[in-house]
C-alpha cells in the first residue's frame, strides 16, 4: 500500500524534528576514507598441525575398530562353549 507524498513528508518532517542529524568529524570522515582505500594486508596462519590432527584421528578410529573386532571375536569364542 503507498502512501502519499504529504503522509511521507510529514513522517519525514517529525523525524527531523525527532532525530538530531549527525555531523561526523571531517577528521575521522578522512581517516575512514584512507583505511578503506588502503587497507592493511592480511595474513593467512599456515595449517601446520593438520597432518598431526590426521594421524590422531586415524589412530583413535583404527583403535577404535581393533577394539570392536577383538570383542565381537572373543564373544563368538565364547558363545560356542
Do not use: C, H, W
Not at 587497507?39 to 584421528?57: C, M, N, S, W
Amino acid at each position: 500500500m503507498m502512501q502519499s507524498p504529504m503522509v511521507m513528508d510529514g513522517f519525514e518532517n517529525n523525524l527531523a524534528t525527532l532525530l538530531k542529524p549527525v555531523e561526523p568529524s571531517p577528521l575521522f570522515v578522512e581517516s575512514l576514507a584512507v583505511r578503506l582505500r588502503k587497507p592493511k594486508p592480511i595474513q593467512l596462519e599456515k595449517a601446520g598441525k593438520t597432518p598431526i590432527l590426521v594421524i590422531v584421528v586415524g589412530a583413535g578410529l583404527l583403535i577404535g575398530v581393533s577394539l570392536y573386532l577383538i570383542l565381537r571375536m572373543m564373544r563368538l569364542i565364547f558363545q560356542k562353549r
